[in-house]
C-alpha cells in the first residue's frame, strides 16, 4: 500500500510537473524565438534592416535589398519601416530592450544618445571596416557620425532645408522669385506680397519649426546648442524669433494657427499641400511628396539669410546607417551598408531617395541619369554647394524631445494664450532641464 | 482587479490536526489548484506585479532606456509638482474631460434604455444597434474618421459653418467627448437589465395614487437604479481617467491644440516615449492611479446618501 501510495505521489507529481511546464511554455513562447530567427535552416545569415520612409522609398528599398540578396547569397535581410515618429519610437523600445535591429537607420538627433548609449558598434572597429569602405565619402559628412573617435554611424545622404513653392500660384502672383540668399526681411516682405495678391498666406508659419529657428540663429552667428552640448541661445533670442513669426501671423502674411496645428511631419498636411498656402519651409528631401499635390510643379529655393548675408542654411546629414552593438553578424551587417552606400547599382536604383548621396564618385556617377524630383534636388544642392558654413556637431541627446516641445510652446502664442516673451521663458527653462 | 477575489478563495483550507507522513488530500487538491492556476498566476505576477513594482522604483530615478536607471528620490514628483507647467495643463484637460464626458455619456445611455424598455418591437435590433458604437469606437480607426469629421473641410464643418472642430483649443476636447459619449453601449445595456429588475407593482401603485411620469422617473426609477448608476458612474470616470486612443488619434498624438486635448495618459506616453523620460512617466503613472483611487473612494462616500439598496432592510 505504501508502495502505491508512493507511486501515485510520483505520477501525480511528474504530470503535475508536465502540466506547470507546458503552463510555462505557452506563456513563454512569445518571449523566445529571437535566436532561432538569427540563422536559416539552410544556415543563410538572417540581418534585420528597418527604417523610416514613404511608400516611394521603401519600393525603391526593396529592389535595392533583392539586388544585394542576388549578390550575397548567403544573406537574406528582413526590414520593416514606418513614419518618422512612429519608428523612432520603436526603435527606442526595442534598443532597451536588447532587440535592436542588425542594422537601423539614424537620424542626426539620435546618434548621441545611441552611441553613448551602448547600442551601436564602432564601425571603425576591424571587422566591419575589412568590409565596408568609407574611402569616398565626403569627409566632413563622414565625422558627424564620430563620436569621441568612434564611429558610431555613417551617413547616407545629406540634406538641406528649402522654402518650397508652388511654382504656378507664385509667378501667377508677379510676385519676383527668391534671389539667392536673400533675408529673412527680404522673405517676410515676400510672404505679405504673397498673401495680398493671392489672397492666402504665403508661406506656413515657421515660428513652430525648430530647425527654421535654427537657420535664423545661424545667420545672426549663433546656434542651437553650445559645444558641450548646452543651449546656444536665451529667451531673448527666442522671444525675437517668435515675436517675428506671430506679428506676421497676425498679419495673415504666414498660415494662421488653425493650420499649422495640423502639421505632423507628413507634406500632405502641411498648408502648401492642404493647398491653403503658397510656400512651405521643411527639409529637401521629403518635398517630392508635394509633386502628386501639386502636378503643375515645385520650386526649391534656399533658406533666408541673416540681415549681413550670413547664411544660416547647411547641408546636414540627412540619415545614417549604424549596426546594433550585439548583433550577431557584423561582417554581415556592415557589408549591407557598403552595399546600399558604394554600390553603383544600389545607387542607380536608390537614387536620391535618401538624400544626395555621400559617396562623391557615386555622387557623379549617378548625376546624369537623374530625372525627376532627384533632379531638381541635386541641381539645388549644386546651387548651394561652396556657399554654406560647416554643418553643426550633431545635438545633444535631450533635443529630439525638445524639437516637440518647440512646436508645442508655439501653439500656446499662435493661440494667443501666452505672449512670445512668456513662452520662450517657459521653453528655456524645460531646455535646460531637458538638458542637464 | 480580481486578485483579491481569487487569493482570499484560495486561502489554504483549515489544516486538520498532524495526519503523519501521509500529505492530506485537501493540500493535493490544492496543488492542483495551483497547477490549473499557473497559467494565470504567472501572468498577473509576470506581466502585471512585477511590471508595477518596476514602475514604482523607476519613478523614483532617472531613466532614458538606453543608459541604467540613476537613483533621484522624489526629484520626478516635485518637478511635477512645481516645475511643470505643461502637467497641470493636462491635468485641467483631463479632468474638464470627465465632467464633461462621463455625465453625458450616463444620461445619454439611461435615456435610449428607457426608450429601450417599453418598446414591444425590434428591441433587439435596437439594443445591438447602439451598442454598435462601443464595439467599434475603441478601435483607431473610428477615431481617425472622426478626426476627419471634425477637421477644417470635414462634414461637420460643411453641415453646420463651425470650422475645424479638432484645430480649436476647446472646441477639440469637444470632439473627443462626443466619440467617448457616443459609445454609451455598455452603460446602457446595464441600464436596460437595471430597469427590467423594477418590480412593476411600484409603477402601478404610483400610477394609481395619481403620480404623472415624470414623478414615477424620480420616485420610484431613479431610487430603484441608484445601484446601477452609481455602479456606471464609477465605471466610467475610472475609464474616463484613462482615455487615450481617441484623444491620440483625433490630435494626432500632439494632444493639441495648444495642448487642449493633452489628456493626462497622452502626456505620461509623451514624457515615456518621446521624451525617454521613463521614471517621470512612472511617476505620473503612480500619482493617476492614486488620483483614480481617492476619486473613487470620494464616489462610495457620497454614495450613502444617494444610493439606495432596495433589499437592505431585508437582510437582518
Not at chain 2, 444610493?307 to 431585508?314: L, N, P, R, S
Request: hydrophobic share 40%.
Amino acid at each position: 500500500m505504501p508502495g502505491n501510495t508512493g507511486d501515485r505521489t510520483r505520477t501525480s507529481r511528474a504530470s503535475r510537473a508536465a502540466a506547470a511546464a507546458f503552463a510555462l511554455c505557452a506563456v513563454l513562447t512569445g518571449c523566445s524565438g529571437a535566436e532561432d530567427e538569427a540563422t536559416g535552416t539552410d544556415g543563410t545569415v538572417v540581418l534585420r534592416y528597418t527604417w523610416w520612409g514613404n511608400q516611394d522609398r521603401a519600393a525603391r528599398t526593396e529592389a535595392a535589398l533583392d539586388l544585394f540578396e542576388k549578390k550575397h547569397p548567403g544573406i537574406e535581410v528582413q526590414t520593416s519601416f514606418s513614419g518618422y515618429d512612429a519608428y523612432k519610437q520603436k526603435l527606442a523600445t526595442q534598443a532597451a530592450g536588447g532587440d535592436a535591429p542588425d542594422v537601423m537607420q539614424l537620424d542626426y538627433r539620435m546618434i548621441d544618445q545611441y552611441a553613448t548609449g551602448g547600442v551601436l558598434l564602432d564601425l571603425a572597429g576591424p571587422e566591419p571596416q575589412a568590409v565596408l569602405d568609407t574611402s569616398e565619402f565626403d569627409q566632413g559628412l563622414l565625422g558627424t557620425g564620430r563620436i569621441d573617435g568612434r564611429l558610431y554611424a555613417v551617413p547616407q545622404g545629406r540634406g538641406t532645408e528649402t522654402v518650397v513653392y508652388d511654382t504656378e500660384q507664385w509667378e501667377a502672383a508677379g510676385v519676383a522669385p527668391p534671389r539667392a540668399g536673400w533675408t529673412w526681411s527680404e522673405w517676410a516682405d515676400t510672404m505679405r506680397q504673397l498673401a495680398e495678391r493671392t489672397g492666402r498666406p504665403g508661406g506656413t508659419d515657421p515660428g513652430q519649426s525648430e530647425d527654421a529657428f535654427e537657420v535664423w540663429l545661424r545667420g545672426q552667428g549663433k546656434a542651437l546648442y553650445t559645444e558641450d552640448g548646452a543651449l546656444g541661445f536665451t529667451a531673448d533670442d527666442l522671444t525675437r524669433w517668435w515675436t517675428f513669426t506671430d506679428g506676421l501671423r497676425r498679419e495673415g502674411a504666414v498660415s494662421a494657427a488653425e493650420q499649422t496645428t495640423q502639421m505632423d511631419g507628413t507634406v500632405e498636411n502641411t498648408p502648401l499641400g492642404r493647398g491653403t498656402a503658397v510656400s512651405d519651409y521643411n527639409w529637401d528631401a521629403p518635398c517630392s511628396g508635394f509633386l502628386p499635390l501639386i502636378p503643375s510643379g515645385i520650386t526649391l529655393a534656399p533658406t533666408p539669410s541673416g540681415e549681413d548675408g550670413t547664411p544660416g542654411q547647411y547641408f546636414k546629414p540627412s540619415m545614417f546607417m549604424g549596426v546594433a552593438a550585439d548583433t550577431a553578424h557584423p561582417e554581415q551587417s556592415a557589408r549591407l551598408i557598403d552595399f546600399m552606400l558604394n554600390d553603383p547599382d544600389a545607387a542607380e536604383i536608390l537614387g536620391a531617395t535618401r538624400g544626395i548621396p555621400v559617396n562623391d564618385a557615386i555622387r557623379e556617377d549617378i548625376a546624369a541619369g537623374l530625372t525627376g524630383f532627384d533632379r531638381t534636388m541635386y541641381d539645388f544642392h549644386t546651387s548651394l554647394d561652396g556657399k554654406l558654413d560647416a554643418p553643426p556637431q550633431a545635438p545633444p541627446s535631450g533635443d529630439s524631445a525638445l524639437q516637440t516641445t518647440f512646436a508645442r510652446d508655439y501653439d500656446q502664442v499662435s493661440y494667443e494664450r501666452m505672449s512670445p516673451r512668456e513662452a520662450a521663458e517657459n521653453y528655456v527653462t524645460h531646455a535646460k532641464a531637458e538638458l542637464r | 482587479m480580481t486578485t483579491t477575489q481569487t487569493s482570499a478563495s484560495l486561502r489554504r483550507p483549515e489544516r486538520p490536526a498532524a495526519t503523519g507522513a501521509r500529505r492530506p488530500a485537501g493540500r493535493r487538491r490544492e496543488g492542483a489548484a495551483w497547477v490549473f492556476l499557473s497559467p494565470w498566476v504567472l501572468g498577473a505576477v509576470l506581466l502585471t506585479l512585477l511590471p508595477m513594482a518596476v514602475s514604482l522604483y523607476l519613478s523614483f530615478t532617472d531613466y532614458d532606456l538606453f543608459n541604467p536607471p540613476s537613483w533621484v528620490g522624489l526629484r520626478n514628483y516635485t518637478q511635477m509638482f512645481t516645475e511643470d507647467p505643461r502637467y497641470w495643463r493636462s491635468v485641467a484637460a483631463t479632468l474638464t474631460y470627465v465632467v464633461i464626458a462621463v455625465p453625458l455619456q450616463l444620461a445619454l445611455a439611461l435615456v435610449v434604455a428607457l426608450a429601450l424598455k417599453n418598446m414591444k418591437r425590434g428591441k433587439g435590433f435596437y439594443r445591438s444597434a447602439f451598442y454598435a458604437p462601443s464595439l467599434l469606437g475603441a478601435s483607431m480607426s473610428i477615431a481617425l474618421v472622426w478626426r476627419a469629421l471634425f477637421n477644417d473641410g470635414g462634414t461637420v464643418d460643411n453641415l453646420l459653418g463651425t470650422g475645424g472642430w479638432v484645430n480649436r483649443p476647446g472646441w477639440a476636447l469637444l470632439a473627443v467627448a462626443l466619440l467617448t459619449v457616443w459609445q454609451f453601449g455598455a452603460p446602457m445595456v446595464i441600464f436596460l437589465a437595471g430597469l427590467q429588475q423594477i418590480p412593476a407593482e411600484l409603477y402601478e401603485a404610483a400610477a394609481v395614487d395619481g403620480a404623472s411620469r415624470w414623478r414615477r422617473f424620480l420616485s420610484v426609477t431613479v431610487p430603484m437604479l441608484s445601484p446601477v448608476i452609481f455602479f456606471n458612474l464609477v465605471l466610467q470616470t475610472i475609464q474616463a481617467f484613462q482615455v487615450f486612443t481617441p484623444a491620440f488619434a483625433v490630435s494626432a498624438g500632439k494632444g493639441g491644440p495648444a495642448d487642449s486635448t493633452l489628456f493626462y495618459t497622452l502626456y505620461l506616453y509623451d514624457r515615456g516615449f518621446v521624451a525617454s523620460h521613463m521614471g517621470y512617466a512612472s511617476a505620473m503613472a503612480w500619482v493617476l492611479l492614486l488620483v483614480i483611487g481617492a476619486v473613487t473612494a470620494v464616489l462610495f462616500r457620497t454614495s450613502r446618501s444617494w444610493v439606495f439598496y432596495a433589499f437592505e432592510g431585508d437582510d437582518r
